[in-house]
């Protein structure tokens, strides 16, 4: 049997080199995860970070979260339940990190301008969704909500209950600088699962941060409050669509 | 009695003696004060203080002697603010050669503080134990601990009523307000009396995330006479089109043509949070409700639209009065008085009148005297010599 010799040009055999190196330390960290599986993983670090850096987080999240939540008018209980919801959206969108980040999450951050873009496009995705909530009311009246049968009605009280897990998941997905170190430690754990976990544990760090603000439903006692929150929306709206509109145009800028 | 001596309290014969007598220790008092320490040695100085002094003890005076307060302490308002705006103008080109703030003066801490950013730097230094203001705690011009000593002061005495007494801003939509007799708008939604909080509690939240005072550098229209900064790059074109286009309308256009000062009841964030003062201040404003015909003139007439028909049937201004007393002079039953909290509502009203009006024309004049003085003697400084500086 003939044996064909096949040569490769420098640049080709560069890039061979690499991929070998890469596959090999990819495999050295799973052997290395391997060997400790016998134990449960738990990104302990990822807490710590979360809970040193959750002021930061707080505060990246606060111009959405406090307008929601003064908009809405609710009490306290029913502003934990909408908290809830924000921090369910809030997890997913970390949690989707978490995947990115195992998959190449340095290699994300490489790619400058598509990501300025990207996270621009969320930006403005945000505004609108803020700028709709502050004009419109999509809560259904109480005497509608309890009897709401019709297909429409339903899909309003479903899109209610879903709207702060959409901020939550908008608001996730910025990259904040808390944000931007977890992703950097996490992209270095070996397996989807250790980057995930990673995430989870930075999500949980930052949570406590959290906890007061359905005490805004405290506000309630006061008869403007929703519209304060809902001013504060439209207001918010527009800051954010600048920052995105500004993002979009600095990542084509760089292309 | 005849309607003055009703109107006073005072039979025909005190009537000149009584504002006297209680126009003397204010004078005194505003001599201290403008001075300081000793007599002004530069001869263009000394006219400028003595000229202010007469001005402000004769508008002390004509509110002692006719019982009207709005009218001679607007006077005295917009006064302050175009000295304000003449006094700190001519000072920038003194200094620096124009009203351009350059990155190099906010590096090295020189920009002057104003009591606007004040909301917006308390979140970032109780989380960073830092002041999130290109400014100097202590020293150059205008610094931060002076500004926020004198904002507690004017709060324990006025509350709110800074806001029509010593703000050097507030009387330019004031002033604006007062051009046209009879406004071509009359109805204002209310709704946008809420405008001021939203403002606040938004670029609060934006000044903590960024760590930078967001009101100064994106929304204050005053930057448009006094400072802003140099345009070096797209988003400080951005930033002087809003500073100047909110001047125009907020302090100037909608004033005119609603007679209200839009810039301070429908947008300014300081005003929404110097409110909270008027609830630990001693003085308010309030409606005697056996006198009251419900004419409706205050709500008429508020440039701050602080009454509205609600807040007339519970007998009190709401919390955003500033406390200015147009509608106590303009009030056809004397109705409405200024309050000392804690004592008897509208039973003593020129009693309560004279223990407001003390401390806050004290604090105003004593804040706002050197401003005007200041603009006196650029004044006279060009007149003699040709030159401002």
Redesign the interface.
Same mark, same amino acid.
């Given at each position: 049997m003939a044996i064909i010799k096949t040569t490769l040009s420098p640049r080709d055999e560069g890039r061979r080199l690499l991929c070998a190196e890469i596959i090999k330390n990819k495999e050295i960290k799973e052997e290395e995860y391997t060997s400790m599986s016998s134990a449960p993983y738990i990104p302990i670090q990822g807490f710590f970070l979360g809970l040193s850096s959750g002021t930061v987080c707080f505060f990246s999240c606060a111009p959405v979260l406090t307008p929601y939540l003064l908009g809405e008018g609710k009490k306290t209980g029913g502003n934990f339940i909408s908290l809830i919801r924000f921090m369910m959206g809030r997890l997913l969108g970390y949690l989707l990190f978490g995947i990115i980040a195992w998959e190449g999450g340095q290699t994300l951050l490489k790619f400058l301008p598509q990501r300025e873009i990207f996270f621009g496009a969320v930006f403005i995705i945000l505004s609108l969704f803020l700028a709709a909530y502050g004009f419109f009311d999509f809560r259904t009246p109480c005497a509608a909500d309890a009897a709401a049968k019709s297909s429409a009605l339903k899909f309003i009280r479903a899109g209610s209950a879903l709207f702060p897990a959409l901020l939550g998941f908008l608001t996730g997905i910025n990259l904040c600088p808390p944000f931007l170190m977890a992703l950097a430690d996490s992209s270095n754990t070996a397996t989807l699962l250790g980057s995930t976990a990673f995430f989870f544990m930075f999500f949980l760090g930052t949570l406590p941060f959290f906890l007061p603000m359905p005490f805004l439903g405290l506000l309630t006692r006061f008869p403007r409050v929703r519209m304060v929150g809902k001013m504060t929306a439209v207001l918010m709206g527009a800051y954010y669509f600048y920052l995105g509109m500004m993002k979009c145009i600095g990542g084509m800028k760089i292309q | 009695m005849n309607s003055d001596e009703m109107k006073t309290g005072s039979p025909q014969k005190w009537r000149f003696l009584k504002p006297l007598l209680l126009t003397i220790p204010m004078a005194l008092l505003l001599a201290m004060t403008l001075t300081g320490k000793e007599k002004p040695k530069d001869p263009i100085t000394l006219m400028a203080v003595i000229i202010t002094w007469v001005f402000l003890v004769t508008l002390f005076y004509l509110m002692m002697s006719t019982q009207k307060t709005n009218r001679y302490r607007a006077i005295f308002f917009s006064t302050l603010a175009v000295c304000f705006v003449f006094g700190f103008i001519t000072n920038l080109i003194e200094i620096r050669g124009s009203m351009l703030l350059k990155d190099a003066d906010m590096m090295a801490g020189e920009t002057p503080f104003c009591h606007l950013v004040l909301p917006f730097i308390l979140i970032p230094a109780i %989380?960073t134990k830092t002041i999130i203001f290109p400014g100097s705690l202590l020293g150059s011009f205008a610094p931060v601990a002076t500004m926020v000593v004198i904002w507690l002061g004017a709060s324990l005495a006025l509350g709110r009523g800074w806001c029509s007494w010593a703000c050097f801003f507030g009387g330019m939509d004031a002033g604006f307000a007062q051009i046209l007799r009879k406004p071509p708008i009359k109805k204002i939604d209310r709704?946008f009396t809420? %405008?001021p909080?939203?403002?606040l509690?938004?670029m609060a939240?934006?000044s903590?995330?960024t760590l930078s005072p967001s009101y100064c550098e994106w929304l204050c229209p005053f930057k448009a006479v006094t400072e802003f900064p140099e345009v070096t790059s797209s988003?400080r074109v951005?930033q002087t089109v809003i500073f100047f286009t909110l001047f125009f309308f907020l302090v100037v256009l909608f004033p005119i043509l609603t007679g209200k000062r839009t810039q301070c009841s429908l947008f300014c964030p300081f005003a929404a949070f110097q409110s909270l003062t008027n609830a630990v201040n001693v003085f308010d404003v309030r409606i005697d409700p056996e006198k009251c015909v419900h004419c409706k003139k205050c709500i008429q007439l508020c440039p701050t639209l602080s009454i509205d028909e609600e807040s007339l049937a519970r007998g009190r201004a709401l919390l955003s009065c500033t406390k200015c007393g147009k509608c106590v002079d303009n009030c056809p039953k004397q109705a409405i008085s200024f309050h000392v909290k804690g004592t008897e509502a509208c039973k003593r009203a020129i009693l309560d009148r004279n223990l407001f009006l003390y401390p806050a024309w004290l604090f105003a004049a004593t804040f706002g005297g050197g401003t005007i003085a200041g603009a006196i003697a650029r004044l006279f400084k060009l007149i003699t010599t040709g030159s401002l500086f």
């Open positions: - | %989380l709704r809420l %405008l909080w939203a403002v509690i938004g939240l934006i903590a995330a988003t951005i």
